[in-house]
């Protein structure tokens, strides 16, 4: 008696198993069992991804803000310039003056 199904809508599969089918047209006990198994697995899964995708999202937008306060107060001015200039340097390694070319990025 207790591996019968009930016939109360509230205590057995019946509950969920949409209006007009029976055990039997899903296949049977064993079948349906399986099924709800697999789909609980699945949807288990989903919520778990959804959970550690809403985790990163929610930690990216907390860098994003940080690193906004951060830059809220640089300076961006419109004199981006590169002087070049030519250069007499000495070099204490062979003792000696060399030429050369000075780049100077102002930002």
Same mark, same amino acid.
């Given at each position: 008696?207790?591996?019968?199904?009930?016939?109360?809508?509230?205590?057995?599969?019946?509950?969920?198993?949409?209006?007009?089918?029976?055990?039997?047209?899903?296949?049977?006990?064993?079948?349906?069992?399986?099924? #709800?198994?697999? *789909?609980?697995?699945?949807?288990?899964? /989903?919520?778990?991804?959804?959970?550690?995708?809403? %985790?990163? +999202?929610? @930690?990216?937008?907390?860098?994003?803000?940080?690193?906004?306060?951060?830059?809220?107060?640089?300076?961006?001015?419109?004199? #981006?310039?590169? *002087?070049?200039?030519?250069?007499?340097? /000495?070099?204490?390694?062979?003792?000696?003056?060399? %030429?050369? +070319?000075? @780049?100077?990025?102002?930002?």
């Amino acid at each position: 008696m207790a591996d019968e199904l009930s016939t109360d809508p509230s205590v057995s599969y019946n509950a969920i198993l949409p209006k007009g089918y029976t055990i039997e047209t899903m296949g049977g006990r064993e079948q349906y069992t399986a099924t #709800l198994n697999s *789909n609980q697995n699945l949807y288990r899964r /989903y919520r778990d991804i959804s959970i550690a995708a809403t %985790a990163i +999202v929610y @930690l990216l937008s907390i860098i994003d803000a940080y690193v906004d306060a951060q830059l809220f107060d640089f300076d961006i001015s419109t004199d #981006l310039s590169l *002087n070049v200039s030519p250069e007499i340097y /000495y070099d204490p390694q062979i003792k000696q003056r060399n %030429a050369g +070319v000075h @780049l100077a990025f102002t930002f």
